[in-house]
């Protein structure tokens, strides 16, 4: 949110203030329900810790769904585009996507198409959603394109979140055997120290190797947060940068079991965004742009391109899907066939429930296997402690007892 000074006229007079909303535009027509006539408005620069810092979409998936919903809803009901987009703006809980939808209900009242409007606001909204709202126009059917983007959506969303419940267990019981393990080093095994400093003898390996663990987390730990943060700052980079992130996608896509789960997935969403943009009668060869900057995936995404090039020049779409280990037969012989047919967004959807269903499947494995792997990975951690500092123990003990 941001904070403005203004000066304008109520029933009294002249009158001044600050008013904190998410844009000039939000300001003005809040004062404007307050009585107050603007005259004059200016954002007051805030401090760089004082402002609110989005990464990514600020829009929820969840949230965009119920937004196309009810924006569906209200034109199947005939209100009109501004009300809609006036109604919308109000009752929405998301300050950035209210903000937006200001901005476009003026551009709306200018005489502008919601699509060009919308273009503004790329962060909020998609390549996808702007051409299959520019499509929607044109054919006079834009409830149904919105009905279309937000069947997509919400299909994409259930997909995402039943990968991230996969991962989401193994990360929780990483963190508690981390946590767990370095309490145990810090805490516990120092308090064995001396005693084993007294007994004199020699101590087992895996005592050593433990006792040496505990005093490098004691004295070194630092190392170890720079060695992390290093990661984490060398894996961002290596995702985000254009050159690097293919690569990075092409590990994730080898990995054992959860390479192929992700194959899977990046498969659905190209497949079922292609669905949705013929179906909204996108043209083709833009339609497979778009697929190219959402797919979200390097690999893939150079196939799409591979395609699209392969599509200007009079050839098959999946010739060069076929030459591509990603890509499984299924997936280009439903694409021929829909070609062939002219009923390629058909064959494609037909595709994405089959791999979403997939990916339902392999989730639900993953996560029965991995808690009982998990399990014993935290036994063996904390077993291995255990040991190294009782084993020493019995000596301490065989030699009291034999005195």
């Known amino acids: 949110m941001a904070k403005f000074q203004y000066t304008g006229r109520d029933r009294k007079g002249k009158t001044q203030g600050n008013l904190v909303a998410s844009s000039k535009r939000e300001a003005v027509v809040k004062l404007s329900q307050s009585g107050i006539k603007v005259t004059s408005i200016e954002e007051v620069q805030q401090s760089v810790l004082s402002k609110n810092i989005t990464i990514g979409n600020p829009v929820k998936l969840h949230q965009f769904v119920i937004f196309l919903r009810q924006f569906s809803t209200l034109l199947k009901a005939g209100v009109t585009m501004v009300d809609t987009t006036r ?3 109000e009752q929405t809980e998301n300050k950035h996507l209210r903000s937006a939808l200001l901005d ?3 551009d709306l009242r200018e005489g502008n198409p919601f699509s060009a409007a919308s273009s503004k606001h790329t962060r909020i909204f998609a390549p996808m959603f702007i051409n299959m709202i520019r499509a929607g126009e044109a054919g006079g059917n834009m409830d149904e394109s919105l009905d279309r983007l937000a069947g997509h959506y919400e299909k994409q969303h259930a997909t995402q979140q039943k990968i991230r419940s996969a991962l989401a267990y193994p990360v929780v019981v990483g963190i508690m055997a981390i946590a767990v393990l370095i309490f145990l080093l810090v805490a516990i095994v120092p308090t064995f120290v001396d005693m084993y400093a007294d007994f004199g003898g020699d101590l087992p390996a895996i005592t050593v190797f433990v006792l040496k663990a505990s005093h490098f987390m004691q004295s070194a730990w630092y190392v170890l ?3 992390l943060i290093a990661l984490i700052a060398f894996i961002s980079f290596f995702s985000k940068n254009s050159r690097t992130k293919y690569y990075f996608d092409l590990f994730i896509l080898r ?3 959860f390479g192929k789960m992700m194959q899977k997935a990046v498969l659905a969403r190209m497949t079922r965004t292609l669905s949705s943009l013929f179906s909204s009668s996108v043209p083709i060869l833009q339609a497979m742009n778009i697929v190219e900057e959402v797919v979200g995936n390097e690999v893939i995404g150079n196939v799409v391109k591979e395609s699209r090039d ?3 020049k009079g050839q098959s779409i999946t010739l060069p899907m076929k030459a591509h280990w990603a890509f499984p037969p299924l997936v280009t012989q439903m694409i021929a066939i829909g070609e062939q047919t002219g009923a390629l967004d058909t064959m494609l959807n037909k595709v994405a429930d089959f791999y979403e269903r997939e990916v339902e499947v392999v989730t639900d494995q993953l996560k029965s296997l991995i808690e009982p792997l998990m399990i014993v990975i935290l036994a063996a951690l904390v077993g291995t ?10 000596d301490i003990f065989n030699q009291v007892n034999k005195q």
């Not at 402690?385 to 019995?394: G, K, L, T």
Request: cysteine-free; hydrophobic content about 75%.
């Open 385 to 394: 402690i255990v040991i190294s500092i009782m084993v020493p123990m019995f």
């Open 104 to 106: 476009i209900e003026q």
């Open 310 to 312: 392969a599509l200007e």
């Open 255 to 257: 990995l054992p079991v």
């Open 225 to 227: 947060v720079i060695i």
């Open 87 to 89: 109604i919308l703006a």
